[in-house]
Protein backbone atom coordinates (compact mmCIF):
# COMPACT_ATOMS: atom_id res chain seq x y z
CA UNK A 1 0.00 0.00 0.00
CA UNK A 2 1.51 3.52 -1.00
CA UNK A 3 2.75 5.37 2.07
CA UNK A 4 0.61 7.94 1.46
CA UNK A 5 -3.10 6.03 1.52
CA UNK A 6 -1.63 4.47 4.64
CA UNK A 7 -1.06 7.77 6.64
CA UNK A 8 -4.96 8.41 7.47
CA UNK A 9 -5.40 5.31 8.92
CA UNK A 10 -2.14 5.25 10.82
CA UNK A 11 -3.55 9.32 12.03
CA UNK A 12 -6.70 7.76 12.99
CA UNK A 13 -4.91 4.80 15.01
CA UNK A 14 -2.85 7.26 17.00
CA UNK A 15 -5.53 9.66 17.51
CA UNK A 16 -7.73 6.52 19.02
CA UNK A 17 -4.90 5.31 21.08
CA UNK A 18 -4.60 8.93 22.61
CA UNK A 19 -8.31 8.65 23.40
CA UNK A 20 -7.87 5.71 25.23
CA UNK A 21 -5.33 6.47 27.18
CA UNK A 22 -7.07 10.07 28.50
CA UNK A 23 -10.24 7.71 29.20
CA UNK A 24 -7.88 5.07 31.22
CA UNK A 25 -5.75 8.05 33.34
CA UNK A 26 -9.13 9.44 34.30
CA UNK A 27 -11.29 6.41 34.73
CA UNK A 28 -11.00 6.59 38.89
CA UNK A 29 -11.87 10.70 38.56
CA UNK A 30 -14.94 10.09 36.84
CA UNK A 31 -16.35 7.24 39.03
CA UNK A 32 -15.24 8.88 42.11
CA UNK A 33 -17.72 11.67 43.41
CA UNK A 34 -13.87 14.22 44.65
CA UNK A 35 -12.95 17.25 43.54
CA UNK A 36 -9.55 18.66 43.61
CA UNK A 37 -9.14 21.19 46.30
CA UNK A 38 -8.30 24.83 44.74
CA UNK A 39 -5.18 24.74 46.82
CA UNK A 40 -4.07 22.12 44.65
CA UNK A 41 -5.50 23.15 41.16
CA UNK A 42 -4.33 26.22 41.83
CA UNK A 43 -0.70 25.41 42.93
CA UNK A 44 -1.13 27.57 46.33
CA UNK A 45 0.15 23.87 48.25
CA UNK A 46 1.76 20.82 47.04
CA UNK A 47 -0.49 18.58 49.56
CA UNK A 48 -4.14 18.82 50.67
CA UNK A 49 -5.54 16.51 52.82
CA UNK A 50 -9.46 16.58 51.82
CA UNK A 51 -12.60 15.84 54.04
CA UNK A 52 -14.23 12.81 52.88
CA UNK A 53 -17.40 13.41 50.70
CA UNK A 54 -20.83 12.16 51.81
CA UNK A 55 -21.68 10.45 48.65
CA UNK A 56 -19.06 8.49 48.18
CA UNK A 57 -19.72 5.00 46.66
CA UNK A 58 -19.38 1.61 48.68
CA UNK A 59 -17.04 0.40 45.99
CA UNK A 60 -14.31 3.39 46.28
CA UNK A 61 -14.71 2.45 49.87
CA UNK A 62 -13.91 -1.24 49.04
CA UNK A 63 -11.37 -0.28 47.17
CA UNK A 64 -9.55 2.29 49.46
CA UNK A 65 -9.14 -0.40 52.63
CA UNK A 66 -8.16 -3.05 50.09
CA UNK A 67 -4.97 -0.63 48.71
CA UNK A 68 -4.80 0.09 52.63
CA UNK A 69 -4.91 -3.13 53.78
CA UNK A 70 -2.12 -3.87 50.97
CA UNK A 71 0.43 -1.53 52.60
CA UNK A 72 -0.02 -3.04 55.99
CA UNK A 73 3.03 -4.70 57.52
CA UNK A 74 4.18 -7.29 59.90
CA UNK A 75 7.59 -6.02 60.82
CA UNK A 76 10.90 -8.41 62.17
CA UNK A 77 13.95 -6.27 63.54
CA UNK A 78 17.13 -7.60 63.19
CA UNK A 79 18.46 -8.96 66.77
CA UNK A 80 22.12 -7.28 68.01
CA UNK A 81 24.85 -8.42 65.77
CA UNK A 82 28.73 -8.09 65.33
CA UNK A 83 29.25 -6.69 62.03
CA UNK A 84 32.40 -7.25 60.45
CA UNK A 85 33.36 -3.46 59.48
CA UNK A 86 34.04 -3.67 55.99
CA UNK A 87 30.29 -2.22 55.17
CA UNK A 88 28.45 -2.79 51.68
CA UNK A 89 25.21 -1.71 50.94
CA UNK A 90 23.47 -5.48 50.47
CA UNK A 91 26.03 -7.32 52.38
CA UNK A 92 26.14 -8.06 56.00
CA UNK A 93 29.70 -10.14 57.75
CA UNK A 94 28.05 -11.26 60.83
CA UNK A 95 31.19 -12.49 62.93
CA UNK A 96 29.80 -15.40 65.41
CA UNK A 97 32.82 -16.32 66.47
CA UNK A 98 33.56 -12.63 68.26
CA UNK A 99 29.60 -12.80 69.18
CA UNK A 100 30.30 -16.21 71.29
CA UNK A 101 33.51 -15.56 72.51
CA UNK A 102 32.01 -11.54 74.38
CA UNK A 103 27.67 -12.50 74.36
CA UNK A 104 27.82 -16.22 75.15
CA UNK A 105 26.26 -19.25 73.27
CA UNK A 106 22.60 -18.29 74.22
CA UNK A 107 22.87 -15.13 72.80
CA UNK A 108 24.36 -16.32 69.58
CA UNK A 109 22.15 -19.07 69.58
CA UNK A 110 19.26 -17.17 69.41
CA UNK A 111 20.80 -14.88 66.74
CA UNK A 112 21.55 -17.62 64.35
CA UNK A 113 17.82 -18.79 64.75
CA UNK A 114 16.17 -15.50 64.00
CA UNK A 115 18.95 -14.75 61.21
CA UNK A 116 17.90 -18.27 60.02
CA UNK A 117 14.08 -17.22 60.04
CA UNK A 118 15.14 -14.38 57.55
CA UNK A 119 16.80 -16.74 55.33
CA UNK A 120 13.65 -18.84 55.34
CA UNK A 121 11.08 -15.66 54.81
CA UNK A 122 13.79 -14.74 51.20
CA UNK A 123 14.84 -11.98 52.29
CA UNK A 124 18.12 -13.15 52.93
CA UNK A 125 21.03 -15.60 51.47
CA UNK A 126 23.72 -17.21 54.31
CA UNK A 127 26.88 -18.32 53.08
CA UNK A 128 29.81 -19.05 55.21
CA UNK A 129 33.01 -17.02 55.15
CA UNK A 130 35.28 -19.85 56.10
CA UNK A 131 38.41 -17.65 54.69
CA UNK A 132 37.79 -15.07 57.05
CA UNK A 133 37.47 -17.42 59.98
CA UNK A 134 35.15 -20.42 61.85
CA UNK A 135 31.48 -19.03 62.19
CA UNK A 136 31.72 -16.35 59.95
CA UNK A 137 28.84 -15.88 57.60
CA UNK A 138 28.08 -13.93 55.09
CA UNK A 139 24.33 -12.52 54.77
CA UNK A 140 23.52 -11.13 51.55
CA UNK A 141 19.97 -8.96 50.69
CA UNK A 142 17.56 -10.49 48.24
CA UNK A 143 15.80 -8.24 46.07
CA UNK A 144 12.72 -8.64 47.97
CA UNK A 145 15.10 -8.10 51.13
CA UNK A 146 16.15 -5.00 49.77
CA UNK A 147 12.87 -3.34 49.15
CA UNK A 148 11.64 -4.42 52.40
CA UNK A 149 14.69 -3.35 55.02
CA UNK A 150 13.62 -0.44 56.89
CA UNK A 151 16.67 1.19 58.85
CA UNK A 152 20.27 0.53 58.40
CA UNK A 153 23.77 -0.69 60.56
CA UNK A 154 24.07 3.73 60.53
CA UNK A 155 20.95 4.26 62.54
CA UNK A 156 21.10 0.77 65.00
CA UNK A 157 18.21 -0.01 63.99
CA UNK A 158 16.77 -2.41 60.81
CA UNK A 159 13.69 -4.55 60.27
CA UNK A 160 11.88 -6.36 57.42
CA UNK A 161 8.55 -5.04 57.16
CA UNK A 162 6.39 -7.76 55.02
CA UNK A 163 3.05 -7.05 53.10
CA UNK A 164 -0.42 -8.74 54.53
CA UNK A 165 -0.97 -10.29 51.69
CA UNK A 166 -4.68 -10.23 53.15
CA UNK A 167 -8.28 -9.10 51.06
CA UNK A 168 -11.52 -7.55 52.55
CA UNK A 169 -14.12 -9.64 52.82
CA UNK A 170 -16.86 -6.49 53.22
CA UNK A 171 -17.06 -3.49 54.28
CA UNK A 172 -18.98 -4.05 58.74
CA UNK A 173 -19.85 -0.18 59.29
CA UNK A 174 -18.80 3.59 58.15
CA UNK A 175 -19.22 6.51 59.72
CA UNK A 176 -18.28 10.19 59.08
CA UNK A 177 -16.35 12.28 61.85
CA UNK A 178 -13.16 13.40 62.74
CA UNK A 179 -10.85 10.85 63.68
CA UNK A 180 -7.13 11.52 64.63
CA UNK A 181 -6.23 9.75 60.67
CA UNK A 182 -9.67 10.65 58.39
CA UNK A 183 -12.39 11.77 58.68
CA UNK A 184 -14.36 8.57 57.14
CA UNK A 185 -13.97 5.68 59.77
CA UNK A 186 -14.65 1.93 58.17
CA UNK A 187 -15.05 -1.47 59.96
CA UNK A 188 -14.32 -4.20 57.75
CA UNK A 189 -13.89 -7.68 57.75
CA UNK A 190 -10.65 -9.30 56.54
CA UNK A 191 -9.13 -12.92 56.00
CA UNK A 192 -6.17 -14.86 54.55
CA UNK A 193 -6.89 -17.81 52.11
CA UNK A 194 -3.46 -18.75 52.93
CA UNK A 195 -0.12 -18.08 54.41
CA UNK A 196 1.62 -14.75 53.09
CA UNK A 197 4.43 -16.08 50.68
CA UNK A 198 7.18 -15.65 53.14
CA UNK A 199 6.13 -17.18 56.09
CA UNK A 200 7.37 -20.47 55.02
CA UNK A 201 9.18 -21.53 58.56
CA UNK A 202 6.61 -22.69 61.57
CA UNK A 203 7.69 -19.80 63.66
CA UNK A 204 7.25 -17.09 61.67
CA UNK A 205 3.88 -18.78 61.17
CA UNK A 206 3.04 -18.78 64.82
CA UNK A 207 3.42 -15.22 64.70
CA UNK A 208 1.05 -14.39 62.21
CA UNK A 209 -1.53 -16.44 63.35
CA UNK A 210 -1.11 -14.57 66.79
CA UNK A 211 -1.09 -11.58 65.55
CA UNK A 212 -3.56 -11.19 62.55
CA UNK A 213 -5.64 -14.80 63.20
CA UNK A 214 -5.88 -18.10 61.83
CA UNK A 215 -5.87 -18.41 58.28
CA UNK A 216 -9.11 -18.86 56.76
CA UNK A 217 -11.16 -17.40 59.63
CA UNK A 218 -12.29 -14.02 59.05
CA UNK A 219 -11.51 -11.19 61.66
CA UNK A 220 -12.52 -7.60 62.27
CA UNK A 221 -10.14 -3.95 61.10
CA UNK A 222 -10.82 -0.46 62.06
CA UNK A 223 -9.04 2.37 60.28
CA UNK A 224 -10.13 5.99 59.43
CA UNK A 225 -9.32 7.82 56.07
CA UNK A 226 -9.23 10.85 54.31
CA UNK A 227 -8.03 11.78 50.81
CA UNK A 228 -4.70 12.99 49.93
CA UNK A 229 -4.04 15.49 47.05
CA UNK A 230 -0.37 16.15 45.95
CA UNK A 231 0.53 19.19 43.60
CA UNK A 232 1.94 16.80 41.23
CA UNK A 233 1.77 12.97 40.68
CA UNK A 234 1.69 10.93 43.96
CA UNK A 235 5.29 8.82 43.98
CA UNK A 236 3.95 5.47 45.44
CA UNK A 237 1.77 5.07 42.27
CA UNK A 238 -1.47 6.34 43.58
CA UNK A 239 -4.08 8.26 41.79
CA UNK A 240 -4.04 11.93 43.40
CA UNK A 241 -6.79 12.40 45.50
CA UNK A 242 -7.57 8.90 46.40
CA UNK A 243 -8.74 8.31 50.10
CA UNK A 244 -5.85 7.03 52.36
CA UNK A 245 -5.22 6.82 56.24
CA UNK A 246 -3.72 10.22 57.13
CA UNK A 247 -2.12 11.10 60.25
CA UNK A 248 -1.79 14.67 59.76
CA UNK A 249 -0.02 16.87 62.29
CA UNK A 250 -1.76 20.12 61.59
CA UNK A 251 1.03 22.19 63.65
CA UNK A 252 3.48 20.35 61.80
CA UNK A 253 2.38 19.69 58.52
CA UNK A 254 2.90 16.56 58.22
CA UNK A 255 1.86 13.14 57.96
CA UNK A 256 2.72 10.82 60.72
CA UNK A 257 1.78 7.29 59.98
CA UNK A 258 -1.72 5.86 59.69
CA UNK A 259 -4.56 4.00 62.40
CA UNK A 260 -5.51 0.40 60.54
CA UNK A 261 -5.60 -2.16 62.81
CA UNK A 262 -6.46 -5.67 62.30
CA UNK A 263 -7.68 -7.73 65.12
CA UNK A 264 -7.03 -11.24 65.40
CA UNK A 265 -9.70 -13.79 63.73
CA UNK A 266 -10.92 -16.22 65.77
CA UNK A 267 -9.91 -19.96 65.00
CA UNK A 268 -11.89 -21.84 62.34
CA UNK A 269 -14.71 -24.08 64.17
Do not use: K
Given at each position: ?P????M?????G?V??????C???T???Q?????????IS?????????????E??QA?I??A?Q????R?T?C?????????P?E?R?????RF?????D?GG??T??T??????F??????V???????GP??I????T?????????S?A???M???????R????IL???????????????F??IA??????????S?Q?????T???IGS?G???VS???????G??????E?????S?C???????????D???????P??
Amino acid sequence: MPLSRAMPRIWVGAVALAVFLCAAATAWSQSSTARMPREISNGAREMVVQRVEPEISQAEIFAAVQAQLDRETMCFPWPSVWLDPAERRRVFIVRFDLMERDWGGEVTARTRARLAEFVDMGVLVAREQSDIGPGVIEYRLTRLGDDRLVGSPASGRMSFCMPSERRVVEILETQFGNYPCGTLQVRFRHIADAWPSWARSQSIQTRVNDTWGAIGSPGDGAVSMSRQWFAGDPTDGRENGQMRSVCYDTEAREVRGEDMELYPALPAQ
